[in-house]
């Protein structure tokens, strides 16, 4: 009897454990580790609730990438913990078009990408904002065709590079992590316009969501603030042609 309420408990921890990295990852629902659940009915204290992650502002991008949730959350310690419905959630318009080139920039992640970069001319070939639950680390003012704001992030993606031989030709050398993925603006038509990965919202919806940020950081200088980014929709493959396609 006791190996197999051993055997329980550590299945709750490991169970815990698996889905603590995911707490708040969905929006309009909190909830606590496993372990919590072994004391049914027993209230989270105030230092419990103080170590519950998750951010004041939180964002999340639908899958079609075409609208930016922003959920803006009470400091109160139950309103982050999801008790309190947000003091203010509303929507804008985003997208995440990406320009076709093997010529942009290589932004390295990681020593192997450093390395790479270090032996010559390194370029890539955009990807989408990488998917995953990742910080707001920075809103920073900006007066080029990016802004008024660029609001950093630190998602990791992947992308193809290239390497430069002097002579005009782009030789591919292999799949690394780049970084630099970040919410901007662009001085092209919000309908035409392309990044590098980046997402672009309009002037006005960028100012208003970095005025939350700014604002959210200054009642709380602790704040932790995230973005939630889904797998984008896959479009169905087709059986057949359309009478068309012949």
Request: positive net charge; charged residues 25%.
């Amino acid at each position: 009897m006791r190996t197999k309420k051993a055997i329980f408990i550590a299945a709750c921890l490991l169970l815990g454990a698996v889905l603590q990295p995911f707490a708040f990852a969905v929006e309009g629902e909190a909830f606590v580790p496993v372990v919590r659940f072994l004391n049914l009915g027993e209230p989270l204290d105030h230092d419990e609730s103080a170590a519950v992650t998750g951010g004041d502002v939180r964002m999340s991008l639908n899958q079609d990438r075409t609208k930016l949730k922003v959920n803006v959350i009470d400091n109160e310690y139950e309103a982050r913990l999801g008790r309190i419905p947000p003091k203010e959630v509303f929507e804008i318009d985003v997208h995440n078009r990406v320009v076709d080139t093997q010529k942009a920039p290589f932004m390295t992640a990681d020593a192997a990408g450093r390395k790479l970069a270090s032996s010559g001319s390194v370029t890539s070939k955009p990807s989408q904002f990488p998917e995953g639950y990742w910080s707001i680390t920075a809103v920073t003012p900006r007066e080029d065709k990016y802004g008024p704001y660029m609001i950093s992030t630190n998602a990791v993606g992947k992308v193809e590079t290239y390497v430069n031989d002097g002579k005009g030709n782009y030789k591919a050398s292999g799949v690394y992590k780049d970084t630099g993925y970040a919410v901007h603006s662009n001085t092209n038509p919000f309908d035409a316009s392309k990044s590098y990965g980046c997402l672009i919202v309009k002037q006005d919806d960028l100012s208003r969501v970095a005025g939350v940020l700014k604002q959210d950081r200054e009642e709380n200088p602790k704040a932790v603030q995230k973005i939630l980014v889904r797998p984008p929709v896959k479009k169905p493959h087709k059986l057949f042609g359309n009478r068309g396609d012949m």
